[in-house]
């Protein structure tokens, strides 16, 4: 879906699937090699993400990017022609920058990760209506809709003036607009979640404001966006299950038992 009288854009998905060097926590947890495939109620966070994005009406196309893309592919390449399998680069912003406007991946594109068990196609659709026409647009949740969901979660909360909000694993890049956030992603993406080094890439005058409070976050990454010549937007998320993703056991437990509960009134 897009925003005002536009026709509606067809999507494609991007899945990150791979894991950083070292040790990942959660498939260390789990004896895992691959962390996408562990279960979560029953299935591989990488199937539940899949079966989202196929059910979604605005994707037409879904790629997934990791180190294993043949163990990753496992049962589905055969099953589903609108799905691809390839390797991923040496880091996110190179993984997608790698794809992203190539024929495997044509604009708009819609990133998220294998690590998004709950993610719906209510959220997608909320999304997307919520990025509109802008070239870039991030899915943030704020923290008084996680709360009031999830009091005890447990969350990296980015603080702006108005609220603070917590990352989605949603990302819209729309048109080739969108290469100069791509770029300056490589440079700052082991800052994503500090807000002043995340926002000094923009100058020291947004991270002071930034870290000070006076700015909205909305606001925050509409100036970024300015910076690099891009309209740039901020979908705030009404549904808090948005910002859980799994990265560790703790995640892993409280995404099994939001699904269980999900499961549960379904069959009520």
């Known amino acids: 879906m897009t925003g005002g009288n536009a026709p509606e854009a067809r999507w494609t998905a991007l899945v990150l699937a791979g894991q950083r060097p070292g040790i990942d926590p959660l498939a260390d947890a789990f004896g895992a090699e691959w962390k996408a495939l562990i279960p979560v109620g029953g299935l591989p966070m990488l199937d539940r993400v899949l079966r989202t994005l196929l059910a979604c009406p605005e994707i037409d196309r879904i790629v997934v990017a990791g180190q ?19 390797q991923s680069q040496g880091g996110i912003s190179r993984s997608i920058a790698a794809v992203a406007g190539t024929p495997t ?12 068990p709950l993610l719906t196609p209510d959220m997608v659709a909320a999304f997307l209506t919520g990025a509109g ?84 976050g909305p606001n925050a990454l509409r100036t970024a966006g300015r910076r690099l010549g891009l309209d740039a937007r901020l979908v705030a998320l009404p549904q808090a299950e948005a910002a859980i993703d799994v990265d560790k056991p703790a995640d892993h437990t409280l995404a099994e038992r939001i699904l269980a509960a999900h499961q549960a009134d379904a069959r009520t």
């Not at 893309?69 to 609108?82: H, S, T």
């Not at 991946?105 to 294998?114: E, G, H, I, K, N």
């Open 68 to 86: 294993a893309p043949d163990a990753l592919a496992q049962g589905w390449r055969a099953a589903e022609p609108r799905l691809s399998f390839t």
């Open 105 to 116: 991946a044509p604009w708009p594109v819609l990133v998220t990760t294998a690590d998004h």
């Open 133 to 216: 026409e802008a070239d870039v647009a991030v899915g943030m949740v704020e923290r008084r809709t996680m709360l009031a969901a999830y009091p005890d979660a447990k969350r990296t909360w980015l603080h702006f003036r108005g609220g603070a909000y917590s990352g989605a694993n949603l990302f819209a890049l729309r048109t080739p607009r969108a290469q100069p956030a791509l770029a300056l992603w490589a440079q700052a993406e082991q800052d994503r979640k500090r807000a002043l080094k995340l926002f000094w890439h923009f100058g020291p005058l947004l991270a002071l404001r930034a870290v000070t409070r006076t700015i909205s």
